[in-house]
């Protein structure tokens, strides 16, 4: 049973990797079938090793969202020194919110 679970594990990291850009399925395939053969060795799951790398595989090709508004500004201006530019940040980050409780 566990040669079975093995080979699906790799069965599953195989069409994982399809699922990644070009340029990165070879590295993850070969480092994700390492991982699926010492699992046991480290009393993890070789199927549940095999599907924690299809989930990584499903959101490194998910869509990246840029921030906008304030969260933008924010993220921007995170390490300044400005307190005065950090300041009208967050008075308008809480009037965009005092104004969509209102409507």
């Not at 924010?74 to 980050?93: D, F, H, I, K």
Request: zero cysteines; proline letters at 5%; glycine letters at 12%.
């Amino acid at each position: 049973m566990t040669g079975f679970t093995t080979r699906l594990a790799l069965a599953v990291v195989a069409v994982a990797a399809l699922r990644l850009p070009r340029g990165q399925r070879d590295r993850y395939l070969e480092q994700w079938r390492a991982d699926v053969r010492g699992a046991r060795e480290l009393g993890l799951s070789p199927l549940g090793v095999a599907l924690g790398a299809a989930r990584i595989a499903g959101r490194e090709r998910g869509p990246v969202l840029l921030p906008i508004g304030p969260l933008a500004l924010a993220l921007r201006l995170r390490e300044s020194t400005n307190l005065g530019a950090v300041l009208a940040v967050m008075v308008l980050a809480n009037l965009g919110g005092a104004i969509l409780l209102v409507i």
